[in-house]
């Protein structure tokens, strides 16, 4: 399967912002629901936001009103602009496509490679 290709991952100060991208390579995703994941040291991956095909949302509460999902089907890229980080929001973070608007890992076919998100206090 092709893979995503994520950047935009670092270092920040708890109270700033990253903004995560992630591009598809070798076909397009226009038809696919996507979101962001994330898996922390010793803990399960979690859902962080989707978006649907059509422009659905969706985000946990751990980071609504923070966190804002976007998406360019014309640049075939997901973005995920973070503001005001907090050191929970420390974690590996993953960018992923399916067929199905869901918050569950598991049902997801297309993942990227993960960009670590490091907050500092």
């Known amino acids: 399967q092709e893979q995503l290709v994520e950047s935009g991952g670092g270092l920040v100060q708890a109270g700033g912002s990253l903004r995560l991208s992630c591009t598809a390579s070798?076909?397009?995703?226009?038809?696919?629901?996507m979101g962001w994941f994330r898996q922390a040291p010793g803990k399960e991956r979690e859902f962080v936001a989707l978006?649907?095909?059509?422009?659905?949302?969706r985000y946990a509460d751990s980071v609504k009103n923070r966190f804002t999902i976007s998406r360019d089907n014309a640049k075939n890229t997901m973005y995920l602009q973070m503001n005001s980080l907090k050191p929970e929001d420390t974690a590996v973070y993953y960018c992923?496509?399916?067929?199905?608007?869901?918050?569950?890992?598991?049902?997801?076919?297309?993942w990227g490679q993960g960009t670590q998100v490091t907050v500092s206090s």
């Open positions: 992923a496509a399916g067929e199905w608007f869901l918050t569950n890992p598991n049902r997801y076919d297309y």
């Open positions: 070798g076909r397009t995703f226009n038809n696919y629901n």
């Open positions: 978006i649907n095909w059509n422009g659905g949302l």
